[in-house]
Nanobody, 116 residues
Framework: QVQLVESGGGLVQPGGSLRLSCVAS????????MGWYRQAPGKQRELVAA???????DYANSVKGRFTIVRDNTKNTVYLQMNSLKPEDTAVYYC??????????WGQGTQVTVSS
């Protein structure tokens, strides 16, 4: 079984930066894709960024040029560097991992609030 634990959320002013981290723990698993999703109040959960085991990233249009996803396969860790944050980035951010054989796992979520 895989457990995902996020950290790094918090309160930041517009224009500020935060870095989220997610560590996958457990044994006997192989991770294919790791990613970050977010869910704002009253809205559906949406993909923010994802990265394959080979390091190929993909981003939502709303965060391109501001967010960067990086993965360390040796540590089963994925990071999301968020710059130039906007109030509309406020949401609970969830780490996601897709394993081989296919199964999907989620972290517990970390709150990101962008407000002055």
């Amino acid at each position: 079984q895989v457990q995902l634990v996020e950290s790094g959320g918090g309160l930041v002013q517009p224009g500020g930066s935060l870095r989220l981290s997610c560590v996958a723990s457990g044994s006997g698993f192989t991770i294919n894709v790791m990613g970050w999703y977010r869910q704002a109040p009253g809205k559906q959960r949406e993909l923010v960024a994802a990265i394959t085991s080979g390091g190929r990233p993909d981003y939502a249009n709303s965060v391109k040029g501001r967010f960067t996803i990086v993965r360390d396969n040796t540590k089963n860790t994925v990071y999301l560097q968020m710059n130039s944050l906007k109030p509309e980035d406020t949401a609970v951010y969830y780490c996601n991992a897709v394993l081989i054989p296919w199964s999907v796992h989620w972290g517990q979520g970390t709150q990101v609030t962008v407000s002055s």
